[in-house]
């Protein structure tokens, strides 16, 4: 079993659903999340919670799925991320879950 996850702008939302639904993922999470650029280009590890100044709001998908079912989806991905001229293009990785209960 993986957790597949992917992360993209808020105006992306309805895109990534469709991937998910599309790749024969019929359930999985969204999460709306506030990204924060730092203006640094080094981690600033003394400013663990960021500035508010300069934030965008991404959105992140994820789902626990069978070991064979995210190649169609990092396709899609792919396909998206070729088509699109845009400075923040999708993110998707997957971890191995050892344990589930």
């Known amino acids: 079993m993986k957790l597949i996850i992917v992360l993209g702008m ?3 939302e309805k895109e990534i659903a469709k991937m998910f639904k599309e790749s024969n993922i019929p359930i999985y999470s969204k999460v709306d999340i ?10 600033d590890l ?3 919670f960021g500035s508010d100044e300069d934030t965008d709001l991404s959105i992140m998908f ?5 070991n ?3 190649e ?3 396709q899609k991905v792919e396909v998206f991320n070729a088509n699109e001229d845009r ?7 997957q971890l191995p879950v050892e344990k589930f209960i």
């Open 10 to 12: 808020v105006e992306h």
């Open 34 to 43: 506030e990204g924060i650029k730092s203006g640094h280009k080094q981690v």
């Open 46 to 48: 003394s400013n663990w």
């Open 62 to 66: 994820f789902a626990f799925i069978a």
């Open 68 to 70: 064979g079912n995210a």
């Open 72 to 74: 169609e989806l990092y």
């Open 87 to 93: 400075i923040a293009p999708l993110h998707a990785f």
